[in-house]
C-alpha cells in the first residue's frame, strides 16, 4: 500500500474505499464475468492475464509464482520473471540465467524492485524498471564451509523487503533464513543468518510499509514459522529475538500423521500499521489514530493473532496476543484481508475469513474452479511429509485474492451485503434475502458482512428492503400458499428487526387478498405472543378479530394475541370476541379481554354463571373450565396481577383499581350473592386463594370505601374504609350468622378461617366483643367431626389471644366440643398436670395420643409439682401408655427419674404389656422419631414449610455393654419371653451375656427354659455351664419330637391320583397338594434348625475342650496323655451320638415311609432327599472338624464304632449295607487323610532335594565354590566343581543367567524316592553360544537316577553321578555305576 493513502476507517472491510487511480488501472478486474459464486465470495477470471500467461508458457515455461502489487510480476519454470500490468501488457521480462525456477517473488513497498528467489538456492534483486539485478546471494555448496548461502539445490521458499527499503530484505529455504543488506555505495550485499537449526522452515514474513510509522516497522520485525516454533525477530537497531512461542514436537519424519501427531502446515502474515478518521455524526464527533502492527500465524489447525505494542524496556517492541482460534483442518495459508479480517485456507482447499475482534468465522467458498497448486518444499528438503506451500500462488492485494490456478489467473473478492441481498433476489429466494436483511439490522447473522456502515445500519437497509418488498409481493402474486407464507413471515420479521411496520401494515397487508388474509394474520401471531409486536393498526386487527373468531382453535389462539396486545375498545368489535369466546367456552381469553378493556368485575358473573349452570358446578377437565378460570382470575387481579400472563399490572394505579373493585363487587355485606356462588364453586379453592393472596405485601395498597347508610354519601368516615382482611372478615361474619342456613361444613371451615385471620392479625383486624362470644359459641357446636381440628386451632388462638376469667368454666364446652388442646391448656393453667396429661389419652387419632410422652418430657423438665404429677400420670395410666408406645414411655419414665419398679409392679395384671415395657426397659430397639407431635395442622395463611427435626439416636451398640437395672427385671423378661415369645429368647441372651454385671443367673434361665420348653436357650445355658452332653441330649431330644409329627404327617398322606393342578409329583403319578407340601416343608426346616444346632453344640464343645487342653494338662506325660484320650473320647462321643441320631432319623423315617410292597409317593421323596441332606451337613461340619492336624477327633473311631453298632434286626445285610453306603465320603475322607500325609513326607523329601539341586545349581552357575577343593593338590581347576575321586574337573560352564531359572523351574517339578539324582546337563564351551537346552531323564529302570553331561568343544560327553550327601564323582571313576549298580557315596561310607 502506498504511504500516502489513508483509509477511512480501520474496519474498511465494512467500508470499501473508492480510490480513482486504483480503479483506473484495474477497471478490467469486476467487469469480467462471474466464474464461480457463492453467498459471500466471488471469483473471476482475469482473461487478458490468462491469455497472457500462455504466451508465457509456451515462451518461459510454467508460470511457477507470482507477486501482487501495483503491478503483476509472474515467476516461469526458466528463472525468468515477468512484469506486466492488469491489462496483460508486459512491462519487463527479466532472465536470471541458471538460477533454477522461480519459487518466490516479492515487490517493494514503491513497486521500484523487486526480489526473487529460485530453485536452485540463488536469490536476487532486481531494479526491474532498468531491467538489471542490483545484488544475488549464491547458493553454499558443501564442501564450502565458511561462506554464507543457502544450501545448493534448496528452493526459497520465502523472500520480501523489510519496512519501506529497497535494500533489505530477506530470504528462507526450508533450512536458514537470511537478512540481507544491500549496500548502495559499493553495490555490495551484507547476509546474517536469523534463524539457523532451528528445523523446517515453512514461511517467513517482513513486516512492510504501512500508512503509520510506528516502533514495530523502526525494528523491522521478522516472523519465522518452522515445525517446532514461532519466531518474531527485530533487526534493527541489532538483531535481537522479541517474541517466541514453541509447539509440540513433531513425530519423525516421513511418518504418516495420525491425530494425536502434529500437523506439518505453518504460515505467517503480517498487517502494518495504518492511519484513520471517521466524521463526525449526530452522536460521535470526528476521530482520528492509527491501528497496530498485527502478525497472523497458523499452525496446523491452531491460528493465532498477536499485534506489537511499544516497550519501554531494552527491546522497543513486545508482541501482545489478541486471540487464538481452532481451525476445523490443517491450515496451509494464512493473509490479512483487512485490519480487522484474516483469510486463510486448510489443507483440502476450503477459504475461511475470520473476524478478529468479533472472533467469528465464516466459511466464504472452496477454491476456483480449477485447483490451486502448491510447491512441496520442505518434503523435497528433508523428506517430511509435509503440506505444499501456497504462498507463491496465491496474493492479497487490496481486499481482492489472487490465485494462480493450472494456467489461469483468477481473482475474488467478498460480496457486498447489498450484492448478497440482490443475488438472492436473481435467484428468487426473496423469503430467505429478507430474512438475512433482518439479520443485518439485528447484527445476529453469525457471517462476515462488508459494505454496511455502523451508523444509521438500518435507515440505510430500511431504505433497500422497502424496493425488495415491494419487488417480491409483484413476482410472488401467484405463488402457493407455503411461498406465501414464508414471504409473510419474513417481511413480518425484517419489520419488527428494523423498527418500521409501515410497509408491512400498508403494501404487505394489501397484498394479501381476503382469501389469503389468514396466512398473513398467522404470521403475525409468533411475533405477537413474545411481545415483539405490541400495537396493531384497527385494520389489521378488526380483521385479524374476524378470521380468527370462526372456529375453536383459532379463538384460543385469538384470546392469546388479544392478552399480548394493547388493547382499547373502539379498535375491535368487542362484542364479536366476546361472543365467540361464550360460544366456545373459552373463558380465559373472555377475562383477558374483559380486563384489558378496563373492565375487571364484568367478566364474574359470565363465568360463574357458567360455572354454576343448573345449581351443579363443572367438573375440572382442563385449564378452560369455568371453575378453573374464575379462582385463578380472582388470585391474579387480587394481586395486582394481569391474567393469565401474572405480570404486574402497570401503572401501579390501575392495579390497586382492579383490585378494589374486585374486592368490593365480593365481599360488601350488604350482597354476598357473588360469595355464596364462588364457595358453591369451592370452598376449599376459595379459601387456598385467600391464603395465597393475603400473605402478598400488595393487599396493604387495597382500600375498601364502603357506601354509608342511609345518610350523607359525601360523608367519610375513617370506619367506612376498610382493608381487604377486614372487608374479608366482616364478609364471613355475615355469611356465617346469616338467616340462611349454610352446610355445618362451610360454616366451621368459614368460621375457623375468619377467626384465625382475625387471631393473628389483631388488632389490625376489629371485631366487637359480642361478635366474638357468638362465633366462639359457633365454633363450639357446629357438628362436624371433619372441621374439628380447624376449629380446634381457632378457638386455641382465641382463648390464648383473650383467655378467660375461669379456666374451669372452659372445661366443659371444650371437652364437649372435643378441644382437647384446649382442654390440656386449661388443665396447665389450674395446676392439674394429671388430668392435662390424660387429655392426650381421650384423643381419637394415635398420633395425637403419643405427643402424651413430648407433653411429659416438658413437664419433667418444670416445677416439682408438675413432676409430681407426671409420677402419677405414668403408674395410674402405665396400662394405656404402653399400650401408646412402649419405647417413649421408657424414654418419659427415664427423664421423670420415675422408679422402674413401681412401673412394674402395676403392670403386673397385664404380662404381655409387662413383656413390652420390659423389652423396651431392658433391650430397646433403635428408632427415629419426631421430637414432638403435638403441632397442630398447618392453616396458616403463608406458604412457609414446616420442618419437623428428628433426634440422631445412637444406632451402634457399646462396645462394653454394662447392666444398669436388677437381675429380677431381667429374670422377669427372660420369664415372659419364655411363655410368650419363645423366638425372642435366644437372641436376648446372646446380646446380654456379657454384660456387667451379670443381668440374669445361669441356673434361673436353664429352669425357665426347661420349663417352657425353650430349646434353644436351655442348650445355650447348658454351653455357657460346660454341660455339653447335656446340651446336645436336649437337641437331640428336640430332634426326636420333630421327627414324630413327621412320621405321622407323611403316614396320614394316602397316594392321590394325577391331578391337573398338582405342584409335585412323582414317576408313579402320586400328587402332594400345595397346603401339604408347605406344611411338610415348615417341619423339616424345624428338623433341619435343630441339626444344625447339634453340629454348633460339637464344634462348641471342640473349640473350648481344645482351648482348655494347653492350659489344663498335667505336667507328667502320662497324664497329659490320659487327659487328651478323655478329651478326644469325649468329642468323638458328641459327634457318633448326632451322627447316629441323623443315621437312624434317616431310617426309621424311611423305613416308615416306605414299607415293603409300596412304592413312594411324593412325600416320601421329599422328605427322604431333605434328609440326606441334612445327614450330609452333619458329614462335611465332621469332617471338617477333623482335618485340622491338631484335633482331637479320629475318624477311624467314630467309623468303626458306627459299623459295629448296625441295626441287624431285619435286613442286617441292607441295613449294614445302607449306612456303609451313607457313610462312604466320611470313609473316603478319612483314607484321603492318610493318603495325605503319605503325600506330606514324599513333599518334605522332594523339598530336601530341591534345596540340594538348588544350591549345586548355585555353585555351578558362579564356578568360584567347589564342593570339594583339595588343597594339597592345587590346579588350574581347583575353583571349578571336581570330582571327587579324580579331582578333575565336572564339566565347563558356559551358560547365562536364565539358565538358572530354567534349572531350578525343573528341579520343581522333580519327585523321586531313590538315593540317587543324576543331572543330565548340555552345556558348550564356547562363550559365544548362550545356553541351549536341558532336560531330566531317567537312567536306570528301576530307581530314576539322571546324568550330568558335559560337553568339551562339543565332543567329549561325561557323566556324572550327584550323591545326597553332597558328593560327586565321574561316572567312570565309581566301578559299581559302570556296571549299572545302585552304590552308596564311598566317601560318606568310609567317615564314623
Same mark, same amino acid.
Given at each position: 500500500m502506498d504511504s500516502d493513502t489513508e483509509p477511512s476507517t480501520p474496519r474498511s472491510i465494512l467500508e470499501p474505499t473508492p480510490e480513482s487511480e486504483y480503479e483506473n488501472r484495474i477497471a478490467n478486474l469486476d467487469s469480467a464475468p462471474s466464474q464461480y459464486t457463492t453467498e459471500f465470495f466471488s471469483w473471476r477470471q482475469l482473461a487478458d492475464m490468462t491469455a497472457q500467461l500462455s504466451e508465457l508458457t509456451?515462451?518461459?515455461?510454467?508460470?511457477?509464482?507470482?507477486?501482487?502489487?501495483?503491478?503483476?510480476?509472474?515467476?516461469?519454470?526458466?528463472? =525468468?520473471?515477468?512484469?506486466?500490468?492488469?491489462?496483460?501488457?508486459?512491462?519487463?521480462a527479466l532472465a536470471a540465467?541458471?538460477?533454477?525456477?522461480?519459487?518466490?517473488?516479492?515487490?517493494?513497498?514503491?513497486?521500484?524492485?523487486?526480489?526473487?528467489?529460485?530453485?536452485?538456492?540463488?536469490?536476487?534483486?532486481?531494479?526491474?524498471?532498468?531491467?538489471?539485478?542490483?545484488?544475488?546471494?549464491?547458493?553454499?555448496?558443501?564442501?564450502?564451509?565458511?561462506?554464507?548461502g543457502h544450501p545448493a539445490g534448496l528452493a526459497i521458499g520465502s523472500v520480501g523487503f523489510i519496512g519501506s527499503s529497497r535494500h533489505r530484505f530477506i530470504s528462507a529455504s526450508t533450512v536458514v533464513l537470511y537478512h540481507h543488506i544491500v549496500q548502495r555505495v559499493l553495490t555490495t550485499m551484507h547476509t546474517v543468518a536469523l534463524s539457523e537449526g532451528s528445523g523446517v522452515l515453512f514461511e517467513a514474513a517482513a513486516l512492510s510499509d504501512g500508512s503509520h510509522t510506528s516502533a514495530a516497522e523502526d525494528s523491522g520485525l521478522v516472523a519465522i514459522m518452522s515445525d517446532a516454533q514461532l519466531k518474531v525477530v527485530a533487526t534493527r537497531p541489532k538483531i535481537e529475538q522479541v517474541f517466541a512461542t514453541r509447539f509440540s514436537e513433531p513425530a519423525g519424519g516421513g511418518q504418516k500423521r495420525t491425530v494425536q501427531k502434529r500437523a506439518y502446515s505453518g504460515s505467517v502474515s503480517w498487517l502494518p500499521a495504518q492511519r484513520f478518521r471517521r466524521a463526525a455524526t449526530a452522536t460521535d464527533p470526528a476521530e482520528r489514530g492509527h491501528t497496530l502492527s498485527k502478525l497472523a500465524f497458523a499452525w496446523g489447525t491452531r491460528i493465532g493473532v498477536l499485534q506489537a505494542v511499544d516497550s519501554d524496556k531494552d527491546i522497543r517492541v513486545e508482541m501482545d496476543r489478541v486471540m487464538e482460534w481452532e481451525a476445523a483442518e490443517d491450515v496451509v495459508l494464512c493473509r490479512w484481508l483487512d485490519t480487522d479480517a484474516v483469510l486463510f485456507m486448510t489443507r483440502t482447499q476450503r477459504i475461511f475469513v475470520l473476524e478478529v475482534a468479533q472472533q467469528q468465522e465464516t466459511e466464504i467458498c472452496t477454491a476456483p474452479p480449477r485447483r490451486i497448486f502448491g510447491q512441496p518444499w520442505a518434503t523435497l528438503a528433508t523428506g517430511i511429509e509435509a503440506e505444499p506451500s501456497y504462498s507463491a500462488a496465491v496474493c492479497v492485494y487490496r481486499r481482492r485474492v489472487f490465485a494462480l490456478c493450472g494456467g489461469a489467473e483468477f481473482v475474488g473478492r467478498l460480496l457486498t451485503w447489498t450484492e448478497r441481498l440482490q443475488l438472492l433476489a436473481e435467484q428468487h429466494q426473496y423469503p430467505t434475502a429478507i430474512t438475512l436483511a433482518a439479520g443485518f439490522a439485528l447484527e445476529r447473522t453469525g457471517h462476515i458482512v462488508v459494505g454496511l456502515p455502523s451508523t444509521q445500519r438500518n435507515k440505510v437497509i430500511s431504505a433497500y428492503v422497502t424496493t425488495l418488498v415491494r419487488r417480491a409481493l409483484s413476482e410472488k402474486a401467484a405463488a402457493g400458499t407455503e411461498e406465501q407464507r414464508a414471504l409473510a413471515m419474513a417481511c413480518t420479521e425484517v419489520s419488527v428487526a428494523l423498527e418500521d411496520t409501515q410497509t408491512l401494515f400498508s403494501d404487505v397487508f394489501e397484498h394479501y387478498a381476503d382469501e389469503e388474509r389468514l396466512v398473513f394474520l398467522e404470521a403475525l401471531e409468533p411475533f405477537v405472543l413474545n411481545g415483539q409486536l405490541t400495537r396493531l393498526p384497527p385494520q389489521v386487527l378488526n380483521a385479524l378479530v374476524a378470521e380468527y373468531g370462526t372456529s375453536l382453535a383459532h379463538v384460543r389462539r385469538l384470546g392469546d394475541m388479544l392478552a399480548a396486545l394493547g388493547l382499547h375498545p373502539g379498535e375491535f368489535d368487542v362484542d364479536f370476541v366476546l361472543g365467540s369466546c361464550r360460544r366456545h367456552r373459552l373463558w380465559r381469553t373472555f377475562a383477558r379481554v374483559w380486563l384489558g378493556m378496563g373492565?375487571?368485575?364484568?367478566?364474574?358473573?359470565?363465568?360463574?354463571?357458567?360455572?354454576?349452570?343448573?345449581?351443579?358446578?363443572?367438573?375440572?377437565?382442563?385449564?378452560?373450565?369455568?371453575?378453573?378460570?374464575?379462582?385463578?382470575?380472582?388470585?391474579?387481579?387480587?394481586?395486582?396481577?394481569?391474567?393469565?400472563?401474572?405480570?404486574?399490572?402497570?401503572?401501579?394505579?390501575?392495579?390497586?383499581?382492579?383490585?378494589?373493585?374486585?374486592?368490593?363487587?365480593?365481599?360488601?355485606?350488604?350482597?354476598?350473592?357473588?360469595?355464596?356462588?364462588?364457595?358453591q364453586l369451592g370452598m376449599e379453592r376459595l379459601l387456598d386463594v385467600l391464603r395465597h393472596v393475603l400473605g402478598d405485601p400488595f393487599i396493604g395498597n387495597i382500600s375498601i370505601i364502603m357506601k354509608p347508610h342511609g345518610g350523607d354519601r359525601a360523608l367519610r368516615r375513617a370506619s367506612l374504609v376498610k382493608t381487604l382482611p377486614q372487608a374479608i372478615v366482616d364478609a364471613l361474619y355475615s355469611l356465617t350468622m346469616s338467616?340462611?342456613?349454610?352446610?355445618?361444613?362451610?360454616?366451621?371451615?368459614?368460621?375457623?378461617?375468619?377467626?384465625?385471620?382475625?387471631?393473628?392479625?389483631?388488632?389490625?383486624?376489629?371485631?366487637?366483643?359480642?361478635?366474638?362470644?357468638?362465633?366462639?359459641?359457633?365454633?363450639?357446636?357446629?357438628?362436624?367431626a371433619s372441621t374439628r381440628n380447624e376449629r380446634e386451632s381457632a378457638f386455641e388462638l382465641l382463648v390464648r389471644l383473650n383467655p378467660p376469667q375461669s379456666y374451669a368454666d372452659l372445661i366443659g364446652p371444650a371437652r364437649?366440643?372435643?378441644?382437647?388442646?384446649?382442654?390440656?391448656?386449661?388443665?396447665?393453667?389450674?395446676?392439674?398436670?394429671?388430668?392435662?396429661?390424660?387429655?392426650?389419652?381421650?384423643?381419637?387419632?394415635?398420633?395425637?395420643?403419643?405427643?402424651?410422652?413430648?407433653?411429659?418430657?416438658?413437664?419433667?423438665?418444670?416445677?416439682?409439682?408438675?413432676?409430681?404429677?407426671?409420677?402419677?400420670?405414668?403408674?395410674?395410666?402405665?396400662?394405656?401408655?404402653?399400650?401408646?408406645?412402649?419405647?417413649?414411655?421408657?424414654?418419659?419414665?427415664?427423664?421423670?427419674?420415675?422408679d422402674h419398679s413401681?412401673?412394674?409392679?402395676?403392670?403386673?395384671?397385664?404380662?404381655?404389656?409387662?413383656?413390652?415395657?420390659?423389652?423396651?426397659?431392658?433391650?430397646?430397639?433403635?428408632?427415629?422419631?419426631?421430637?414432638?407431635?403435638?403441632?397442630?395442622?398447618?392453616?396458616?395463611?403463608?406458604a412457609e414449610q414446616h420442618i419437623v427435626v428428628y433426634p440422631l439416636q445412637q444406632l451402634a451398640p457399646d462396645p462394653q455393654p454394662t447392666n444398669r437395672f436388677p437381675q429380677a427385671f431381667h429374670e422377669r423378661y427372660l420369664e415372659l419371653l419364655c411363655s410368650h415369645s419363645p423366638s425372642g429368647v435366644l437372641p436376648y441372651l446372646k446380646r446380654h451375656a456379657d454384660s456387667s454385671p451379670e443381668p440374669f443367673r445361669l441356673a434361673v434361665v436353664q429352669d425357665a427354659c426347661r420349663r417352657h420348653n425353650v430349646g434353644d436357650g436351655l442348650v445355650w445355658a447348658l454351653l455357657r455351664l460346660g454341660d455339653f452332653d447335656g446340651a446336645l441330649k436336649t437337641v437331640l431330644q428336640q430332634i426326636d419330637r420333630d421327627t414324630e409329627p413327621v412320621r405321622k404327617a407323611v403316614q396320614g398322606l394316602q397316594p392321590e391320583g394325577t391331578e391337573a393342578d398338582s405342584t409335585e409329583t412323582n414317576s408313579t403319578g402320586k400328587a402332594l397338594s400345595e397346603p401339604d407340601r408347605e406344611r411338610l416343608v415348615d417341619q423339616l426346616n424345624g428338623i433341619q434348625?435343630?441339626?444344625?444346632?447339634?453340629?454348633?453344640?460339637?464344634?462348641?464343645?471342640?473349640?473350648?475342650?481344645?482351648?482348655?487342653?494347653?492350659?489344663?494338662?498335667?505336667?507328667?506325660?502320662?497324664?497329659?496323655?490320659?487327659?487328651?484320650?478323655?478329651?478326644?473320647?469325649?468329642?468323638?462321643?458328641?459327634?457318633?451320638?448326632?451322627?447316629?441320631?441323623?443315621?437312624?432319623?434317616?431310617?426309621?423315617?424311611?423305613?416308615?415311609?416306605?414299607?415293603?410292597?409300596?412304592?413312594?409317593?411324593?412325600?416320601?421323596?421329599?422328605?427322604?432327599?431333605?434328609?440326606?441332606?441334612?445327614?450330609?451337613?452333619?458329614?462335611?461340619?465332621?469332617?471338617?472338624?477333623?482335618?485340622?492336624?491338631?484335633?482331637?477327633?479320629?475318624?477311624?473311631?467314630?467309623?468303626?464304632?458306627?459299623?459295629? =453298632?448296625?441295626?441287624?434286626?431285619?435286613?442286617?445285610?441292607?441295613?449294614?449295607?445302607?449306612?456303609?453306603?451313607?457313610?462312604?465320603?466320611?470313609?473316603?475322607?478319612?483314607?484321603?487323610?492318610?493318603?495325605?500325609?503319605?503325600?506330606?513326607?514324599?513333599?518334605?523329601?522332594?523339598?530336601?532335594?530341591?534345596?540340594?539341586?538348588?544350591?549345586?545349581?548355585?555353585?555351578?552357575?558362579?564356578?568360584?565354590?567347589?564342593?570339594?577343593?583339595?588343597?594339597?593338590?592345587?590346579?588350574?581347576?581347583?575353583?571349578?566343581?571336581?570330582?571327587?575321586?579324580?579331582h578333575d574337573p565336572l564339566f565347563a560352564d558356559s551358560r547365562q543367567d536364565r539358565a538358572l531359572a530354567d534349572l531350578r523351574a525343573q528341579m520343581s517339578e522333580y519327585y523321586e524316592g531313590s538315593t540317587l539324582r543324576v543331572l543330565d546337563l548340555h552345556v558348550f564351551e564356547d562363550r559365544s553360544t548362550q545356553?541351549?537346552?536341558?532336560?531330566?531323564?531317567?537312567?536306570?529302570?528301576?530307581?530314576?537316577?539322571?546324568?550330568?553331561?558335559?560337553?568339551?568343544?562339543?565332543?567329549?560327553?561325561?557323566?556324572?553321578?550327584?550323591?545326597?550327601?553332597?558328593?560327586?564323582?565321574?561316572?567312570?571313576?565309581?566301578?559299581a555305576l559302570a556296571a549299572g549298580q545302585l552304590p552308596e557315596c564311598k566317601l560318606c561310607a568310609k567317615e564314623p
Open positions: 509456451e515462451k518461459y515455461g510454467t508460470v511457477t509464482a507470482q507477486a501482487i502489487g501495483n503491478y503483476v510480476a509472474l515467476g516461469t519454470e526458466s528463472g =525468468t520473471v515477468v512484469v506486466t500490468d492488469y491489462l496483460g501488457r508486459t512491462k519487463a540465467g541458471a538460477y533454477g525456477a522461480v519459487s518466490a517473488l516479492a515487490f517493494s513497498a514503491k513497486d521500484h524492485a523487486l526480489v526473487a528467489g529460485y530453485t536452485q538456492g540463488f536469490v536476487a534483486v532486481w531494479d526491474w524498471v532498468r531491467g538489471t539485478t542490483v545484488a544475488v546471494s549464491r547458493p553454499l555448496l558443501q564442501s564450502d564451509d565458511t561462506g554464507v373492565d375487571p368485575v364484568a367478566p364474574l358473573d359470565a363465568i360463574i354463571s357458567a360455572a354454576t349452570r343448573d345449581g351443579e358446578s363443572v367438573s375440572l377437565v382442563t385449564d378452560e373450565e369455568p371453575d378453573v378460570v374464575v379462582f385463578a382470575y380472582l388470585d391474579m387481579v387480587l394481586r395486582g396481577r394481569s391474567y393469565p400472563s401474572e405480570q404486574p399490572i402497570k401503572p401501579s394505579e390501575r392495579a390497586e383499581r382492579f383490585a378494589t373493585l374486585v374486592a368490593r363487587y365480593i365481599f360488601v355485606p350488604e350482597d354476598l350473592s357473588t360469595l355464596r356462588a364462588l364457595l338467616p340462611d342456613a349454610l352446610p355445618p361444613r362451610q360454616v366451621g371451615l368459614l368460621s375457623s378461617f375468619a377467626l384465625t385471620l382475625y387471631a393473628t392479625r389483631f388488632p389490625l383486624i376489629y371485631l366487637a366483643d359480642a361478635a366474638v362470644t357468638e362465633w366462639t359459641r359457633v365454633l363450639l357446636h357446629v357438628d362436624d364437649g366440643a372435643g378441644f382437647y388442646r384446649v382442654l390440656e391448656h386449661a388443665y396447665r393453667m389450674l395446676e392439674h398436670y394429671e388430668s392435662a396429661l390424660r387429655t392426650f389419652l381421650e384423643r381419637p387419632h394415635a398420633a395425637q395420643r403419643r405427643a402424651v410422652f413430648a407433653a411429659m418430657h416438658e413437664l419433667a423438665a418444670g416445677r416439682e409439682r408438675a413432676r409430681e404429677g407426671v409420677s402419677s400420670f405414668a403408674v395410674n395410666c402405665a396400662v394405656e401408655l404402653v399400650e401408646v408406645d412402649a419405647d417413649s414411655f421408657v424414654e418419659a419414665v427415664e427423664a421423670a427419674s420415675i413401681c412401673i412394674v409392679d402395676a403392670l403386673g395384671p397385664h404380662p404381655p404389656l409387662q413383656m413390652a415395657y420390659l423389652r423396651a426397659l431392658l433391650d430397646p430397639l433403635p428408632a427415629l422419631r419426631p421430637t414432638d407431635e403435638r403441632s397442630p395442622p398447618d392453616i396458616g395463611l403463608s434348625h435343630n441339626i444344625d444346632s447339634g453340629v454348633r453344640v460339637c464344634k462348641t464343645a471342640q473349640a473350648t475342650l481344645s482351648k482348655d487342653a494347653g492350659s489344663r494338662l498335667p505336667n507328667t506325660e502320662a497324664g497329659a496323655a490320659e487327659y487328651r484320650s478323655q478329651v478326644s473320647l469325649q468329642l468323638c462321643d458328641l459327634w457318633l451320638a448326632l451322627l447316629r441320631c441323623a443315621l437312624g432319623h434317616l431310617h426309621a423315617t424311611n423305613r416308615t415311609l416306605l414299607p415293603s410292597g409300596v412304592s413312594s409317593n411324593a412325600a416320601a421323596m421329599l422328605v427322604s432327599k431333605r434328609q440326606r441332606w441334612m445327614l450330609q451337613s452333619v458329614l462335611d461340619a465332621l469332617i471338617f472338624a477333623a482335618s485340622s492336624a491338631s484335633s482331637f477327633i479320629s475318624l477311624r473311631s467314630i467309623i468303626q464304632q458306627l459299623l459295629d =453298632t448296625a441295626d441287624v434286626k431285619a435286613s442286617p445285610h441292607a441295613a449294614r449295607s445302607l449306612e456303609i453306603a451313607e457313610v462312604q465320603h466320611l470313609l473316603a475322607v478319612s483314607v484321603n487323610a492318610y493318603k495325605s500325609e503319605a503325600q506330606l513326607m514324599a513333599l518334605t523329601n522332594v523339598l530336601v532335594d530341591y534345596d540340594l539341586f538348588s544350591k549345586f545349581a548355585l555353585l555351578v552357575r558362579s564356578q568360584k565354590q567347589g564342593w570339594r577343593v583339595v588343597d594339597a593338590q592345587p590346579s588350574a581347576h581347583s575353583l571349578s566343581v571336581a570330582c571327587d575321586k579324580c545356553w541351549q537346552w536341558m532336560k531330566l531323564r531317567s537312567s536306570f529302570a528301576a530307581n530314576s537316577t539322571y546324568s550330568v553331561r558335559s560337553r568339551r568343544n562339543s565332543i567329549a560327553r561325561e557323566q556324572v553321578v550327584l550323591f545326597k550327601c553332597g558328593h560327586c564323582f565321574h561316572r567312570r571313576c565309581s566301578p
